[in-house]
């Protein structure tokens, strides 16, 4: 079975990152760093992050999210009608 993405996409309206900065704690690179490299789409690169840490990263309507294993992470889309912001 195969799923319609381009069908059924619809824009992303709002991103909320609950994760409070100052908990991050990346050895290396920096916090905006390790971001770039999610946005980069180079798992290497991501492997290579060392700390602890649960990241988001957004450019325009695609959104990336990563943790080390010591890290609950959960995401959630909500439809316009259950949140009149995410439409």
Do not use: K, N, T
């Not at 450019?59 to 439409?87: F, T, W, Y």
């Amino acid at each position: 079975m195969s799923f319609d993405f381009a069908h059924h996409a619809r824009p992303i309206a709002l991103v909320i990152d609950l994760v409070d900065p100052a908990s991050q704690r990346i050895a290396s690179p920096s916090v905006d760093e390790a971001r770039r490299r999610l946005l980069a789409g180079d798992p290497a690169a991501v492997l290579a992050i060392e700390g602890s840490f649960a990241l988001v990263a957004r450019e325009g309507q695609r959104v990336c999210l990563a943790r080390s294993l010591d890290r609950p992470m959960r995401d959630h889309c909500r439809s316009p009608q259950q949140h009149p912001r995410c439409g």
